[in-house]
Structures are given as structure tokens and as C-alpha cells.
């Protein structure tokens, strides 16, 4: 199974999309990472699910990858009496922590640290910001704000504040069981939600040990202002559009997709660019023409994956929203104007050897006109160094880890392969052209760009390029 582009797909699963079948379906139609939401699934159902995936997996011979996304801190209202007031623009609404329902003057906040942290003049967005209010007072458990716009408010419903730092931790303790039952089933990817700090982010990958790898998704204020440390601290990271166009004016968004994916591929760290890319498809069997234009500003921008959400949980058309993102993937990056648009981010070497082998590795396949470049990674950590440098060919990770080649799935232009570690240099440029030939990669006559380190099977120490041509049985030519 070899996928004709770069960018991955990765897919929500959901009443539409969790049949064994289905997940055949949609795996054959291009979805690389499968996402497990854990904000609509029990832990029996996970489970279920993560097994599935991994069926599909083994009989393909595809590493697939699965990401459990927590739910993170929810901030709702309490109940109203008739389950929804009308409010209108200069009224001055109150929230309490009196257990009551409440009324088109008041309403019950069952959230202390809201109280704790928010001040006069910050904003509070009711209902994905359908109702803005403005603080106006916090005194005495009670919050003053002033209506901004006309509209109605429900039982129950979300409150976000965008200006507020508040003093909470990356995970509720619904996230706490949640991850270990992530933990449990050895999932890939571990997303976290409404991450507020890098700090946060380094607590979370300290606990977890390794046993998965973080990806932190960004959609609040306060992330983007400590965007820097939380790159640092996380292993993966996520364009989550939806909250981030709610919790920002929705103007923002764009530039801001664009400062996350230019800061991820610098770091080396896989982006995923989520939400609303298909949305139409939830209900119609082609995207708008408006829809078709962001899933090719994603990828021509370089983004390691693209999302979707509902279209593949909930929607009509999962398989055909799949095929669709395939297709958009597949004609932009034949572009002519792809290299020059994808390489328009400049990735700065890092003084490692690490790094300047995988530079070179990028530099050397264009010259001397390769079929692929072949990594051999334990950990991951070459195959990511080496696209990061988005080069214009496949690139092929041989890893003997399974976690190692699951991780990678999300991965821009990594096809992975598990095997062995070579016995020896011989042994590794014969398995290299062997898997290169027979993955469909290289053809007799042409040649391939292996790197490793030495010693062989030592985690990172990449510090050899070799060069090899195939034979017509694929393998190197000798001397």
C-alpha cells in the first residue's frame, strides 16, 4: 500500500464511520490517522475502535495511526426555568454560584476558578460566541456583565473567556481516565485540549513517559501567546480552527494557521491543520469550491496532515469527503508552483550532526537525481528530521519499533515500513534497496540515499549517508 502524496489525512471516527467496514473503506480511501474524539466516547467504545484500527492495519501490512483527542476543561452555564431566556444588547446579566435555575437577569456558574481569575473588561462567549458579554464587576461570588449583542441563551450551554488566564491544569478528571485509558490501549497520539500554557504541555509529556507522543492543540489565546514554549514542549500540534475562530476574532484565524504550521515545521514537529474543512460534505457529496481553496492553502503551506471532524463522524458522505481530500492533495502537490510555495517557509539547521545530515541528505537527492531517501529510525526522530526538509521525493522509514511507525503516520511524505535492524552496513543497504524496490519506490537502475547512524541500532546517532543503485532484482549493485 503506497499513498501518491505527502500530506496525511486524518479522520474522525463516529456513528458514520465505526464499522469495521467502514474503517476498511475509509482506510483504502486515504485516511492515515484514525482520531478517536473523547468528548462522545466511553471507554468500551474506545477500546472497540482502537482494535478495529489496528485489525485494518495488520491486514494491510499500513501502519495506522490512531489519536485519542480529551476532551479538555468544558465550562457550561446551569439550567434556565423554561430552558432558554432572550437577552438583548445593554442588559446586565449575572452569574452566581446559587444552584438555581436561572432567569433573563441571572444564571448559576457551577465553576469556582472562573470566579478566581476573571477580571472587569474581560470578554465572556456564551454558546461558541453566538451571546458576547463584557465584566463589568466580580465581587462576592457574583460576576456583573454587560450584554453586547442581542440574542438567546440556552440551558447548559459553553462560556469561554478568551482574556482570562485561569488557574486550572491541561487535564479534568475525566482527561485523567481518559488518558490512561489511552495509556492502557498504547495509543499514538495523545491530543490535548484548551492547553493554556507550555508548562502545561511539559507536565502531561513528563507523566506519559514516552508511552505516546503529545500533540497539543491550539486554540486558545493564551497558547498562541505562549506558542513558543508550548512548540517546545509538545511533540505534535493542531490548527484547531473551530474554538480558536471562536475565542479570537474569526479575521485572525488565517494568519494564525499560518505562524502554527511556519513555527511546527521549524521545530521539526508534525502540524495538523482541523475544522470545517469539508463541512458541506456533512451533508452534500462534494465540497463548496470555498472549501476546496483551504484544504490547498493547508498543503500548499506544507502542513504535515488535514483533518476532518464531523464529515467523517457524523456525515453522509465519509468515504467520498476522504477521496475528495486525496484528490485536492494529490493535484496541488503536482503543481508546478508546489516547491517553490512549500519551501517558501525557511527552515533554520540546527548546529547538529543530526540535522546537517538530513540537510544534506535533501541536497544530495536533488543533485544527484534519486528515486528516494531511505531512513533507518528507532525513535523517529531521523525520519522527522528528514521531513522537515520537505524534500522532493519519498521518503521511506525502516524502524523495528511498532509504536515508532504508528507515531510516524501523521508524518508529512513518510511512508514507513517495519523490519529489522540490519546485522550490518552490507546488511543495511541490501534491506534498503530491497524494501525501496519492493514498496514500489525504485526501479532497476536507479538509486536511492540511505542515512543511519553508527552503530547500528543506537537511537540518536544519525551520522551516515550512503548512496546505492538497484539492480534489476533490486538489489545494490555491487562495488
Given amino acids: 500500500m503506497r499513498r501518491n502524496r505527502r500530506v496525511k489525512l486524518v479522520a474522525t471516527l463516529g456513528p458514520a464511520s465505526s464499522s469495521p467496514e467502514m474503517l476498511e473503506r475509509l482506510f483504502l480511501a486515504g485516511v492515515d490517522v484514525f482520531r478517536i474524539n473523547m468528548s462522545h466516547s466511553s471507554h468500551d467504545l474506545a477500546r472497540e475502535l482502537l482494535y478495529a484500527v489496528r485489525r485494518v492495519s495488520k491486514n494491510n501490512r499500513y501502519p495506522i495511526g490512531v489519536l485519542f483527542d480529551l476532551q479538555g476543561p468544558k465550562f457550561r452555564l446551569g439550567t434556565f426555568e ?8 445593554g ?7 446559587t444552584e438555581s435555575n436561572g432567569s433573563a437577569q441571572r444564571v448559576f456558574l457551577p465553576h469556582p476558578q472562573i470566579f478566581a481569575a476573571v477580571e472587569p473588561g474581560h470578554a465572556l462567549l456564551l454558546d461558541d460566541g453566538k451571546v458576547r ?14 450584554v453586547l449583542n442581542d440574542g438567546t441563551l440556552a440551558s447548559r450551554k459553553g462560556i469561554s473567556l478568551p482574556d482570562t488566564l485561569l488557574p486550572i491544569g491541561p487535564l479534568t478528571e475525566k482527561d485523567e481516565a481518559d488518558l490512561a485509558c489511552a495509556l492502557d490501549l498504547s495509543a499514538d497520539w ?8 507550555g508548562e502545561d504541555v511539559a507536565d502531561v509529556v513528563k507523566r506519559v513517559e514516552g508511552r505516546a507522543a503529545i500533540m497539543v492543540k491550539i486554540e486558545k489565546p493564551s497558547a498562541i501567546d505562549d506558542l513558543d514554549a508550548i512548540i517546545a514542549a509538545g511533540d505534535g ?11 479570537l476574532p474569526i479575521e485572525k484565524v488565517p494568519g494564525l494557521q499560518k505562524k502554527i504550521t511556519r ?9 495538523v491543520v482541523a475544522t470545517q474543512m469539508l463541512e458541506s460534505m456533512i451533508s452534500s457529496p462534494v465540497p463548496t469550491r470555498a472549501e476546496v481553496s483551504d484544504v490547498a492553502t493547508a498543503v500548499f503551506d506544507g502542513a504535515d496532515a488535514v483533518m476532518l471532524s464531523a464529515e467523517s463522524a457524523v456525515g453522509q458522505y465519509p468515504v467520498e469527503a476522504i477521496q475528495m481530500m486525496d484528490r485536492i492533495a494529490i493535484q496541488v502537490e503536482g503543481d508546478k508552483g508546489y516547491s517553490a510555495l512549500v519551501h517558501a517557509t525557511r527552515v533554520e539547521k540546527q548546529p547538529t550532526a543530526a540535522d546537517a545530515i538530513a540537510a544534506a541528505a535533501h541536497a544530495i537527492a536533488d543533485t544527484v537525481k534519486l528515486a528516494a531517501i531511505v531512513c533507518y529510525t528507532a525513535t523517529g526522530s531521523t525520519a522527522l528530521r528528514v521531513a522537515r526538509e520537505r524534500p522532493g521525493l519519498p521518503v521511506i522509514g525502516l524502524t523495528p519499533v511498532p ?4 507515531r510516524l503516520s501523521v508524518v508529512w511524505g513518510l511512508h514507513t515500513v517495519m523490519t529489522s535492524d540490519p546485522a550490518n552496513l552490507s546488511n543495511m543497504v541490501s534491506k ?9 519506490f525504485a526501479k532497476p537502475g536507479e538509486g536511492i540515499l540511505i542515512t543511519a547512524g553508527v552503530p547500528l541500532g543506537s537511537p540518536g546517532t544519525t551520522n551516515m549517508i550512503r548512496i546505492a543503485f538497484l539492480n534489476d532484482r533490486g538489489e545494490p549493485v555491487a562495488g
Fill in 91 to 97: 442588559d446586565v446579566f449575572r452569574f452566581d454560584q
Fill in 133 to 146: 458579554m463584557r465584566v463589568e464587576e466580580n465581587k462576592a461570588g457574583r460576576i456583573s456583565a454587560t
Fill in 432 to 440: 534498503a534497496c530491497t524494501i525501496a524496490f519492493e514498496e514500489g
Fill in 403 to 406: 509504536a515508532t511507525a504508528h
Fill in 190 to 197: 495523545i491530543a490535548l485540549s484548551f492547553v493554556q500554557r
Fill in 82 to 89: 423554561g430552558e432558554r431566556v432572550a437577552l438583548k444588547r
Fill in 237 to 247: 500540534f493542531m490548527v484547531a480552527r473551530g474554538d480558536l475562530g471562536v475565542e
Fill in 263 to 271: 513555527k511546527s515545521r521549524a521545530a521539526g514537529k508534525p502540524v
